[in-house]
């Protein structure tokens, strides 16, 4: 999307955004003055029309108007969005379907290259041996020296069965190299996996709620229960939600008929629903784990929150992140689109679990948090307490995994990307994802691969002695400490040169978990993950020992749900 805007004066741009805040309330909301709402919607258009044609610098309409919408709708929520025309496409594929025509990668634009990020297992970019970290010179005969990614992406995709020819530089080749493909109809899946875990238990991982996705999950239960399943870990992890309908569907796989889901209440009365179960569901009693984190959203929230309050599930990982806002697309003129936000959900016990209050903004403008002394504590089907305003708490809290800076300083500069490029190039096969780890001496050559490579970075030691040394520089105090202050920087840098071996194992783990990517795509980078997964730990923990699965969903026992109002949830907190 261009978010260039031309140079007219914030002054007007006031005026366009008041005149369009009373465009909008007429256009979607209810109204008592209808003279008031007309007298401001002449005085919009007439302002908009003089400053078009009069304005000392050539505005483009299309541009002056939209900028007084974005200006608007800025001032509601970040989920309430104008799309006009041109971006339409982009808006189905982001919150609608699942389909596109392509050769199936993604890209990354690094120092002004064009390098090959991700390739979906069998489709065109894989099956013609396009590989992660391969750079794409041309597209079609066209050179992509300082090309964006919207243009490299849009050459990518069209019709399918179309032809896309493509010249690429591979680090381990001096010779460019050619390649053909085919486009086809690129489909991802909102399932990107589902299998077997230790013990019968079945695992499906659900990335999305786009359409069909309650279809999907079906049909990966029903392709699980081949194996006499003794439980399920659904995985809403970075799930950031999509169709609330979906939702509905997969609650209804695991709660009986005629149940409320969720409650969706709108100002406008025709947007108040009640979402009820409605047909016999597929598994009533099978053991339930839903893993979440503080990227968990809407209607992974809308899963978890109705599934804990009917004491179905028991829920693993981290606080989720609190979007208990519901939103519906209104066709406009002219083939466009306004996404608004017409009411907020709250599940079965009767708690919404919005985190952040736009409508109550504090003095500066700036959006809060619901207020400690305002979340409010319900009970679920058997009594358990759950509570609003921030997320859904989970039964099991599993402390969140933070990387060192020294991780995320080799990820942020690619270090571990293109090392994973060099190992596939390098390295033929490598044995089964699931079971892919380095050696210590694979290990050892990952660290001399470093020996050339920048990778300085500072530590919070660090931009605490600095602000040390200015503040008695200032106090004219540095010449009393300075050997003190030399020693303490001394030690400082020697611990940082034996990082790479002091996080070493998670170090390792990413490095891993990036070339098993490379020889088994998106399968490989989850089921590699699995060896290091606290909370499916957890989750087959929970399944295994029925006692305390009884226990938690009654709210007895060891397990409690964290967290409570007017506690300080620092400790426990994700986001």
């Given at each position: ?191 990107s996996y589902y299998g077997m875990l230790d013990n019968n238990v079945g695992y499906i991982k659900l990335d999305k709620f786009l359409e069909n996705s309650g279809q999907e999950v079906r049909d990966a239960l029903l392709n699980l229960r081949k194996n006499n399943l003794n439980g399920l870990v659904l995985d809403l992890r970075f799930n950031g939600g999509g169709i609330l309908q979906e939702a509905v569907k997969i609650v209804n796989l695991f709660v009986e008929k005629d149940l409320t889901v969720v409650l969706q209440k709108g100002r406008n009365k025709e947007k108040s629903i009640n979402y009820k179960t409605f047909e016999t569901p597929l598994e009533p009693t ?290």
């Amino acid at each position: 999307m261009n978010n260039t805007r031309q140079p007219f004066s914030k002054g007007v741009k006031r005026g366009i955004t008041a005149a369009s805040v009373l465009f909008s309330i007429l256009s979607f909301a209810f109204v008592e003055d209808l003279f008031q709402v007309s007298k401001n919607l002449d005085i919009f258009a007439s302002v908009y029309k003089d400053i078009t044609l009069n304005y000392v610098d050539e505005i483009n309409p299309s541009e002056a108007m939209k900028s007084g919408i974005d200006a608007m709708l800025e001032e509601l929520d970040p989920y309430t969005e104008y799309i006009p025309e041109s971006d339409i496409e982009n808006y189905k594929l982001k919150y609608v379907s699942t389909q596109y025509g392509g050769v199936g990668s993604s890209i990354i634009i690094r120092e002004g290259k064009v390098i090959i990020s991700e390739t979906f297992s069998g489709f065109p970019a894989q099956k013609a041996d396009v590989r992660s970290g391969d750079e794409i010179l041309e597209i079609n005969n066209v050179s992509m020296k300082n090309k964006g990614s919207e243009q490299v992406s849009q050459m990518l995709k069209g019709p399918k069965s179309t032809p896309v020819n493509l010249l690429i530089r591979r680090p381990s080749i001096k010779q460019a190299i050619e390649k053909k493909l085919i486009r086809e109809e690129i489909k991802q899946n909102n399932v990107s996996y589902y299998g077997m875990l230790d013990n019968n238990v079945g695992y499906i991982k659900l990335d999305k709620f786009l359409e069909n996705s309650g279809q999907e999950v079906r049909d990966a239960l029903l392709n699980l229960r081949k194996n006499n399943l003794n439980g399920l870990v659904l995985d809403l992890r970075f799930n950031g939600g999509g169709i609330l309908q979906e939702a509905v569907k997969i609650v209804n796989l695991f709660v009986e008929k005629d149940l409320t889901v969720v409650l969706q209440k709108g100002r406008n009365k025709e947007k108040s629903i009640n979402y009820k179960t409605f047909e016999t569901p597929l598994e009533p009693t099978l053991p339930l784990v839903i893993l979440v984190n503080n990227r968990s959203a809407s209607a992974s929230e809308i899963v978890a929150g109705s599934l804990q309050d009917l004491d179905r599930a028991v829920v693993i990982g981290q606080r989720s992140f609190g979007k208990g806002l519901v939103q519906q697309t209104f066709n406009l003129p002219y083939n466009s689109l306004v996404k608004i936000t017409v009411a907020k959900y709250y599940t079965p016990s009767g708690r919404c679990i919005q985190a952040l209050d736009y409508t109550h903004r504090d003095s500066e403008g700036s959006v809060v948090k619901v207020a400690d002394s305002l979340i409010t504590q319900y009970k679920t089907r058997t009594g358990r307490f759950v509570y609003d305003g921030s997320g859904i708490y989970p039964d099991v809290f599993v402390k969140p995994l933070k990387y060192n800076l020294i991780t995320q300083t080799l990820a942020n500069k690619f270090y571990i990307f293109d090392y994973a490029t060099k190992y596939r190039n390098e390295n033929e096969t490598i044995k089964d994802a699931v079971k892919f780890k380095l050696t210590d001496t694979e290990y050892l050559k990952f660290i001399n691969y470093l020996s050339d490579k920048d990778y300085d970075y500072k530590t919070k030691t660090e931009r605490l002695m600095a602000e040390l040394k200015e503040e008695a520089t200032r106090e004219n105090k540095i010449s009393e400490i300075k050997s003190e202050y030399e020693a303490l920087i001394s030690k400082v840098g020697y611990s940082k040169k034996n990082d790479l071996t002091q996080f070493k194992d998670e170090i390792r783990k990413v490095l891993e978990n990036e070339i098993a990517s490379r020889y088994y795509f998106e399968k490989g980078r989850i089921e590699q993950a699995f060896q290091y997964d606290v909370e499916m730990r957890e989750g087959l923990k929970v399944i295994a020992d029925r006692t305390v699965l009884s226990s938690i969903l009654k709210g007895e026992g060891t397990y409690k749900t964290i967290g409570k109002p007017g506690v300080d949830f620092s400790a426990n907190a994700a986001d």
